[in-house]
């Protein structure tokens, strides 16, 4: 089975409400890059978001091809998963999502599980979980 490069199993397709404002918040609050976009008349309808050369998630508006998706914030409700994403400063990554326009979850804290974690939720809903292991060796493979 094969696999695009940099491309893992698993890429999380979230339904945003805005193609171009998601665009430019995950860009600004978490760092990512856009890969490859699928624009239509101006409107982006299909997108991929890379973080340290990765691709990490891939999104299209309300709405795009005909569906019926709708982000959390739409349908007024809270988002029942988190994504987790590890980064090099939690309380730096933290403060530059707040200063995007992210909503403070978790303040970036020490953490039971050896990481230290912070959570936002971005415009459309979803949560941003951001960790580092407190002990560099403890996210290393032995």
């Known amino acids: 089975m094969t696999r695009p490069a940099n491309t ?3 890429t999380p397709y979230l339904t945003v409400a805005n193609g171009r404002a998601a665009l430019d918040f995950y860009s600004r609050a978490f760092g990512f890059a856009a890969g490859n976009v699928v624009d239509e008349n ?3 309808t299909h997108a991929e978001m890379h973080y ?6 891939m999104f299209a508006p309300e709405g795009a091809w005909g569906s019926t998706a709708r982000t ?3 349908l007024g409700v809270e988002c029942p998963q988190t994504f987790y994403v590890y980064c090099d400063d939690v309380d730096a990554m933290h403060q530059r999502a707040v200063d995007a326009g992210a909503v403070s979850l978790m303040a970036p804290a020490d953490q039971f599980w050896g990481d230290r974690y912070c959570m936002v939720e971005d415009p459309d809903g979803y949560r941003w979980g951001f960790g580092k292991p407190l002990d560099q060796a403890a996210g290393q493979a032995s």
């Open 52 to 57: 340290q050369g990765q691709l990490v998630v």
């Open 42 to 44: 101006g409107v982006p």
């Open 8 to 10: 893992p199993w698993l």
């Open 72 to 74: 959390p914030r739409s």
